[in-house]
């Protein structure tokens, strides 16, 4: 990987872990999330009036949806479930899923090294899973999985639109529509939306300035290893919350953190 890569998806790493420890902190979750994109998307226009991302309009509306899903996941996940089971099972999905599909879709063949990297992102995961769900966490594991699902999809999709137009504009365009959806199953409710204003913009601000590293990185290295080094934020997330999980836990998440290096290498 290119160092300049790498020292954009390791920054984007840290700053995923801080917004999704402020989320988890949040009580209603769904419209800081609608608030998020919507502050994300009107702060990200002017990116996308100079660039606008018009010919990956199919693309566009397809990361936004599934982008949806995945908010709506998170907040389930971490409405039932503490931050170090919920974090390391979303996030470490993910690149077990973009290293496969990353082979199917663009043609990024995996080595050897990335091979060994998905059995130990497996097997980490299994161990955090199991965690929770001794610990009475069954449902958040579920929604995690489920996060982790979309996470690999709208990583695949963005992917492929970044190599055809400018990564800010069109994250601008996916976030607002994002926040709008997410807004209209919140019920429209402006005192919800109101009381998740302060969240909502701090989230925006980790959200648009994390991913857009990623998105940058994608420029500049394969969707696959991007993805899976990202998992050093299953580390950074688990200090940052401040508890001490099982030993379970953090063997698992070790064990996310080394298959994405082994991955990525």
């Known amino acids: 990987m290119p160092p300049v890569a790498l020292v954009l998806v390791l920054a984007a790493a840290g700053i995923h872990a801080g917004w999704n420890l402020l989320l988890h902190g949040t009580e209603d979750r ?3 999330l609608a608030v998020a994109g919507l502050t994300a998307g009107v702060g990200l226009l002017p990116a996308t009036l100079l660039a606008p991302p018009w010919r ?22 971490y409405r039932r ?9 979303g996030r470490g999905t993910a690149p077990l899923l973009v290293t496969l599909g990353a082979w199917a879709v663009l043609a990024e063949r995996p080595a050897l090294l990335a091979l060994l990297g998905a059995l130990s992102l497996a ?9 929770g769900r001794k610990s009475g966490q069954s ?21 492929r639109a970044v190599r055809q137009v400018n990564p800010a504009g069109y994250l601008g365009v996916v976030l607002l529509l994002q926040g709008t959806l997410l807004a209209a199953l919140s019920g429209g409710n402006r005192a919800r939306l109101r009381r998740s204003l302060s ?10 300035g994390g991913y857009l590293l990623v998105l940058f990185a994608f420029q500049r290295a ?44």
């Open 222 to 265: 394969a969707a696959g290893r991007v993805e899976t080094l990202r998992e050093v934020s299953v580390l950074i997330g688990i200090v940052l919350a401040g508890n001490v999980p099982a030993r379970r836990v953090w063997l698992g998440a070790a064990l996310v953190v080394a298959g994405a290096v082994l991955t990525a290498w």
């Open 30 to 32: 769904v419209p800081t």
């Open 123 to 131: 097997l980490g995961l299994v161990l955090v899973a199991t965690a």
């Open 199 to 208: 969240p909502g913009v701090r989230v925006a601000a980790g959200m648009v």
């Open 81 to 89: 479930g503490a931050l170090a089971v919920a974090y390391p099972i």
């Open 56 to 77: 990956v309009l199919p693309l566009i509306a397809l990361s936004a949806a599934v982008e949806t899903v995945y908010a709506l996941c998170l907040a389930a996940a």
């Open 139 to 159: 449902a958040a594991v579920g929604f995690a999985l489920l996060t982790g699902v979309a996470i690999a999809s709208y990583s695949l999709v963005d992917a």
